[in-house]
């Protein structure tokens, strides 16, 4: 099985875009997404990762095929003020799961911008919390939680280095 992480093309957008829908129905059962007058879910920043030079789209294949996606982007750690990287969307097709797809698109993208890294997960998503801790203590033993007050936050928020 070969898992390959290619950086998305304008050509890759309107995919992104189709898929984007699933990724953000499942996402629904963890937290309130509302959808718009055409009933569709709104994701207002993907055409920026194509327009701004600190957002970064990959498409990820698994022998050819497209398997999912992977959006990328910089920002500045709220705590320290500092530049870090962060997963803002990680989505494997439903038929790719199970392959370690995810965990291979994930350790390329880091091998790719190597330094501090963020990833947040919504609070009741049991399955998506599992996979980045195990991901990620195997990455940087050394992370941070923060977990997250269930009457104020969401998300639990992971920080971690990753290439060093």
Known sequence: ????????????????????????EEL????????????QYD????????REPDRHP????????????????????PTNGKSLMEIAELYVLPAFRQLSIA???????????????????????DVAYAFWRQLISNVDPQFSLVTPEPWKDEQFIFTFSAGR
């Open 1 to 24: 099985m070969t898992v390959r992480l290619v950086p998305a093309s304008l050509e890759h957008r309107p995919w992104i875009r189709a898929e984007l829908q699933s990724y953000l």
């Open 28 to 39: 629904s059962r963890f937290a309130v997404i509302e959808k718009n007058a055409e009933g």
């Open 43 to 50: 994701y207002p920043y993907l055409d920026h990762y194509w």
């Open 58 to 77: 990959f498409v990820i294949y698994q022998n050819n095929k497209a398997a999912g996606f992977l959006l990328v982007r910089e920002d500045l750690d």
């Open 103 to 125: 965990s291979s698109a994930v350790r390329e993208v880091l091998e790719c911008f190597p330094g501090n890294w963020r990833a947040a997960v919504l609070i009741d998503n």
